[in-house]
């Protein structure tokens, strides 16, 4: 059987900078599983923890151990290895997982601005809205709505032609698009479809649902201002962060000839560190109930 490889030329000065790139990125990805699953085993073990809001916390944690296990172990392999490649179905996997993933991450700070909303704007009626039933729900949707969006012209992908096996990047993202001879016209038009769907839509109903929190908690008295800052604050944050580093993927690929490969080098290595890095630390630090448990939890390991 016939296995075709794709080379993954955006590596910089790998036979030089390899051991580097590994002891790095190692580092990078220890820090991610071990910070992550920690605010995850915190949310899961403290009772007081398992309401709506911490319960999207985790999930979204998860999503980022996820996103980060379909890439770092390969990229991990590639700066110790002679030749950076790819099987092609691998390739489409990752691919699949890689959008997949990010955009369960847009739905999920979805899922978590309408648990911010309801609880601000409708306090009364949010145990029977934000049920148990209801965080299923949305967990359900942020994982499965996306998936079988990507799997659609992932599998299609495995049907055309190459023409290239050549991918300039480091790992496999929609830059695919370029090892086909011919990408119908139908399935560019779904992948614009399915970035509105999955991006674009969640974004505006986050930037809404924040836009009436802002309006009742301006009419509110000062503890219902600091409580709504603490937490939607948070959000906003994360949602910016990854939104900025995800716009620059889509745009990295169709200017891809106008881009020095060390400033694509680097800012590819921000897409998949910020993120995951960065929200085990916002919210265990400034999440005041996740604190808590973190501070006794450090005391104690402390104490021993």
Request: aromatic share 14%; charged share 15%.
């Amino acid at each position: 059987m016939n296995v075709t490889y794709i080379t993954l030329e955006g590596h910089v000065e790998v036979e030089r900078y390899g051991y580097v790139y590994f002891v790095f990125m190692l580092t990078s990805y220890i820090l991610i599983l071990s910070s992550n699953t920690t605010v995850v085993c915190l949310i899961l073990i403290h009772k007081n923890l398992h309401e709506p809001m911490y319960i999207f916390i985790a999930a979204l944690l998860l999503n980022s151990m996820l996103f980060s296990t379909a890439i770092y172990p390969k990229l991990l392999i590639d700066f110790l290895s002679e030749k950076q490649i790819i099987t092609f179905p691998v390739c489409l996997f990752q691919t699949f997982l890689f959008y997949s993933l990010s955009c369960s991450e847009f739905l999920l700070l979805a899922a978590m601005s309408y648990d911010r909303y309801v609880s601000i704007c409708k306090p009364l009626q949010y145990p029977t809205i934000m049920s148990k039933n209801t965080v299923r729900r949305f967990l359900l949707l942020a994982w499965l709505v996306p998936a079988c969006h990507v799997v659609v012209p992932v599998t299609r992908f495995a049907d055309l032609k190459l023409c290239s096996f050549t991918l300039k990047g480091i790992f496999c993202n929609n830059s695919v698009i370029y090892l086909f001879c011919v990408v119908s016209r139908a399935l560019l038009m779904y992948g614009l479809v399915a970035l509105f769907n999955l991006s674009l839509l969640p974004m505006v109903f986050i930037l809404f649902t924040y836009i009436m929190i802002l309006t009742v908690v301006y009419r509110s008295c000062r503890e219902v201002r600091k409580k709504a800052a603490q937490t939607c604050l948070l959000h906003l944050l994360v949602l910016i962060n990854y939104s900025c580093l995800l716009s620059y993927d889509a745009v990295i690929v169709r200017l891809e000839s106008d881009i020095s490969k060390t400033v694509r080098f680097v800012m590819t290595l921000q897409i998949i560190m910020c993120s995951p890095l960065f929200n085990p630390v916002i919210y265990g630090l400034k999440m005041k109930e996740i604190f808590k448990h973190l501070r006794r939890l450090f005391y104690h390991a402390r104490g021993k």
